[in-house]
């Protein structure tokens, strides 16, 4: 873990820098660096811009840590709109929806396994109903086991339904091994969350050892790989493994998010790879851009002159 990502999530908690932080406009350049906007169509939009450019999506309604049944509700209704609306735009073949258990009432008490489950079946039929997918983003690794046992649920009915595994946690190599089968659509990423030693890789270089151990996994596999990732040594080692595979394009994709290296998503895009621009999209905007600050050191300065600059 770099040294600076942890006192940056610790601060991110904070509800004095939350307050402040959240009042910025969206249009703010450091937001807009990696959300296009708030409403669905701005995130309709923003997809219809990186297709024309090559490119797939998938997009995120903006939201996590729910507690509140209505909000659940709410942004259930939020991904139902947004289906439609890229159904009707024509854009459902180019791009899926990823939706965070914690956004659709996961986090509620008791009943939030059954009501996650309910309300992510509920995206699932509104996504196949306009022809495309969902993929389940992974939280913290308390919620692994029960995001896991709501996948292999969704799957019964919608086996198209997507993972994520995070390279960082310890376990997520013997996961990788039992999600690599055939029609499994598995996401690896190397994970943004703050975790403890005893069940996550802490150095840098013991989680892109596990990611490559993954990679290998999953590409040696019979599913369909999503190598989601900005490291560009990752890149060139997935490019190689999928070779040594015979792996062949369209087998496997490239994902990263919105706003980070886009010229590198259009170099691998115009060589003939499948790749997918992860779009955030709404107003709770504020723990997703927390995380991507956190991983990158530079971006500190820039944030905190912008916060200066506010007052
Ligand atoms: P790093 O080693 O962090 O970065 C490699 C290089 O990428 C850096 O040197 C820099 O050049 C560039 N870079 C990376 N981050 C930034 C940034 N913020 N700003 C500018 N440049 C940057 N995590 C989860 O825990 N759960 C999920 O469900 C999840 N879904 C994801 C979906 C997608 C499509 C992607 C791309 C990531 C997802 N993540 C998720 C986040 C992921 O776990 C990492 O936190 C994030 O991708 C940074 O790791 P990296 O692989 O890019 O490598």
Redesign the pocket.
Known sequence: MSLLRQPILLLARSSGVKKLVSTMPVTSGIVTGYVPGESTAAAVEATGRLVDDGLTV?LDFLGEDTVDAEQAAATVAAYVEVLKALGERGLARRAEV?VKLSAIGQALPDVGDKVALENARTICRAARNAGTTVTL???DHTTTDRTLAVLRNLRKDFPETGA?L?AYLRRTESDCRSLAHEGSRV?L?????NEPESVAFQD?IDVDKSYVRCLKVLLAGAGYPMI?????R?IAIAASLASRFGRATGTYEY???YG??PEEQRRLAAAGETV?V?VPYGQEWYGYLM???A??PQ?LTFFLRSLISKK
């Open positions: 998938t990823s983003d992974m939280e994520v995070q996401r990423c190397k994970g943004a969350y840098k989601a990732t900005h490291d560009p990752m994902q990263m998010l980070i290296r997918r992860y995380r991507r600050l991983e990158r971006n």
